[in-house]
């Protein structure tokens, strides 16, 4: 079956650097993405990676392994407003995504 | 407006009920979705309409109907509900441009409670 697994919840502290993991098991593999999801809001793109590598963008960095199938989001420079559930979505052979449960990043003072 | 936008923001209904998720999409894309989210699961996709025609039906449930009179407006038509339909329901829109990964653009959600 497909699948894809991402910690239920972390916590880190504000000016650090936290990295949140994703892997994927897809039939067929097109890509991947990660949202972003504040409470009672909209989920909103971050990044899209489909090659392998980090893709950085500002604060926020994507990286691919697809021999591995894994991807993480690494945040720096955490500020409070990066409280967030973050959301890792696989795209299969069908362009289909199969999506994860998301991780609750908790920002601490 | 931009984006999308999501009407009612809050609902609670009773099992006979019957009421309507409205969306709206001012993106000039040409697909829209419904997705269930409920807590600590994935995203389940229950819609897909592309130029205003369904394309996907995942199998769910026909207390749920769909409508999407034209490629900005999207409904989700709700009756005699149960409590594990309590969720919140996402709409959200995308361009797509022959077959590849699309950019979904979503809107803040209804979230609905049925007693």
């Known amino acids: 079956g497909q699948n894809i697994d991402q910690p239920t919840e972390m916590t880190a502290t504000e000016g650090a650097i936290v990295q949140i993991n994703c892997t994927y098991q897809t039939s067929g593999f097109n890509g991947l993405f990660w949202y972003q999801q504040h409470a009672g809001e909209a989920p909103t793109f971050l990044s899209y990676?489909?090659l392998d590598g980090l893709e950085e963008k500002g604060r926020f960095s994507s990286f691919l392994s697809r021999s591995k199938g894994y991807s993480y989001l690494l945040l720096k420079e955490l500020q409070m407003k990066d409280s967030a559930s973050y959301l890792c979505?696989?795209?299969?052979?069908?362009?289909?995504?199969?999506w994860g449960a998301g991780t609750k990043l908790i920002i601490k003072p | 407006e931009t984006g999308v936008t999501q009407t009612p923001r809050h609902l609670v209904m009773g099992m006979t009920n019957k009421k309507s998720l409205k969306c709206e999409q001012h993106l000039g894309h040409n697909a829209m979705y419904w997705y269930k989210q409920s807590a600590k699961k994935p995203l389940e996709l229950m819609f897909v309409y592309s130029l205003e025609e369904r394309v996907e039906n995942n199998s769910v449930p026909s207390r749920f109907s769909p409508e999407c009179p034209n490629s900005s407006h999207l409904f989700l038509h709700l009756h005699t509900l149960q409590p594990e339909d309590s969720a919140l329901y996402l709409c959200a829109s995308s361009q797509v441009i022959g077959s590849g990964a699309n950019v979904l653009t979503f809107g803040a959600g209804s979230r609905l409670t049925v007693l």
């Open positions: 990676n489909v």
């Open positions: 979505a696989g795209i299969d052979s069908n362009y289909q995504l199969i």
